[in-house]
C-alpha cells in the first residue's frame, strides 16, 4: 500500500503567538500573523508492508534539502497508530524536501502535513482535512517547530491568519496577488525552537497590530513594509540582510523577511523578476530560490 502527498512551503512575515491555556487543547495554540505559500514544498511518500522481524515498525529517509530531525514525522505516526490495529505494519516514510531546513520556510509543518495526508490515504483512516491538519499542527507545537505554518498551508495562497490555532479553529483571509513573482535568498539558518522560547514576549503586541492593519489594506507590499519593520523591532536583521534590502529599495523593488531565518524575500510583478535576480546574484553566498503562489494548499498527489 502506498500514498503521496505535497505540502507547500510557507512564509510568515510577522505574527503573534498564542501558547497560554490548557497544555492539552494544542490546537487551540498557534499563531496569529501573515503570510504566503510557495510552488515549492514538501512531497512524502508512504509505503505500508507487513511487519516482519525488524526492530523498529518505521523507517525515515529524506531527499532533497537534509533535516537532522525526525521527531516531527514520528508524531505524526504515533498519532495515526492511535487510530486503528496498525501493528503488524511497517512504515517506509520518505520525504522530499525542496526547500532548506532552518530558513524560515516552513519546513517542519510542510513535513507534518504532507505525511499526515498520506498517513490518512494508505491507512484509510477516513478523516476529514481539518482533522488531518489537526495532527500536523498538534506535532508541531509539541516539538516546538512553529505554530501558524500548518494552518496556512492548509489552505495555501496569500493569508492573514485572523484567529490562531488548527485548521476548523483557526481562520484565515486570503489577499489576492494575482501575476506575482516570488524570490528568495536564504543565507543561513534560525532555530525557530530557540527563538520561540525566548523572544515571544517581546513580538507579541506589535504582531498583533499588524493584523488589523493589513486587514484592512489587503495589499502585499503593505505586508512586506510590515515585515521589514517586524523583523527589526525583534532584532533578527543582520548586516548582509540589510544592506541587500537597502540596494533592492534603491532599486524600487520592496521586500520582506522570513521568519525565521536569515531569509529576504521579495515579492514582484513578474516584469521585475529579472531585476531582482539580478541584484540577488550579487550575493553568491545565497541559495536563491524562484517561485511562485501555491493557491492550492496540501493535498494528496495521485500516480
Given at each position: 500500500m502506498e500514498a503521496i502527498a505535497f505540502c507547500p512551503a510557507h512564509i510568515t512575515g510577522f505574527f503573534k503567538a498564542h501558547v497560554e491555556g490548557n497544555q492539552k487543547d494544542t490546537e487551540e495554540f498557534g499563531s496569529m500573523g501573515a503570510g504566503f505559500s510557495i510552488k515549492q514544498g514538501v512531497t512524502t511518500k508512504v509505503i505500508v508492508s507487513k511487519l516482519t522481524d525488524q526492530k523498529t515498525n518505521f523507517k525515515i529517509s529524506i531527499k532533497g534539502f537534509k533535516s537532522d530531525k525526525t521527531d516531527v514525522s514520528e508524531f505524526v505516526l504515533n498519532e495515526f497508530l492511535k487510530l486503528g490495529n496498525f501493528e503488524k505494519f511497517f512504515f517506509d516514510i520518505e520525504h522530499k524536501?525542496?526547500?532548506?531546513?532552518?530558513?524560515?520556510?516552513g519546513s517542519s509543518g510542510a513535513v507534518a502535513l504532507s505525511l499526515s495526508y498520506a498517513l490518512n490515504q494508505v491507512l484509510d483512516t477516513k478523516l476529514n482535512g481539518w482533522e488531518i491538519a489537526t495532527i500536523a499542527h498538534n506535532a508541531e507545537v509539541n516539538c516546538k517547530t512553529g505554530l501558524g505554518d500548518v494552518l496556512a498551508s492548509y489552505y495555501g495562497g496569500f493569508e492573514i491568519r485572523t484567529k490562531p490555532g488548527a485548521p476548523g479553529v483557526g481562520k484565515v483571509e486570503q489577499i489576492k496577488a494575482d501575476d506575482v513573482s516570488i524570490l528568495m535568498i536564504c543565507f543561513s539558518p534560525i532555530s525557530t525552537q530557540k527563538f520561540m522560547q525566548h523572544q515571544l514576549s517581546k513580538i507579541n503586541g506589535l504582531g498583533g497590530k499588524m493584523v488589523e492593519k493589513l486587514i484592512e489594506s489587503k495589499d502585499y507590499n503593505h505586508f512586506q513594509d510590515m515585515s521589514l519593520e517586524f523583523a527589526q523591532y525583534v532584532n533578527v536583521m543582520t548586516p548582509r540582510m540589510e544592506k541587500l534590502i537597502q540596494e533592492l529599495s534603491i532599486n524600487g523593488i520592496k521586500s520582506g523577511i522570513a521568519l525565521f531565518g536569515e531569509?529576504?524575500?521579495?515579492?514582484?510583478?513578474?516584469?521585475?523578476?529579472?531585476?531582482?535576480?539580478?541584484?540577488?546574484?550579487?550575493?553568491?553566498?545565497?541559495?536563491?530560490?524562484?517561485s511562485q503562489l501555491d493557491n492550492q494548499g496540501a493535498r494528496l498527489l495521485y500516480n
Open positions: 524536501i525542496e526547500i532548506p531546513v532552518g530558513y524560515g520556510l531569509t529576504v524575500f521579495s515579492i514582484v510583478p513578474k516584469e521585475l523578476e529579472n531585476k531582482v535576480l539580478e541584484i540577488f546574484k550579487n550575493y553568491p553566498e545565497g541559495k536563491i530560490i524562484s
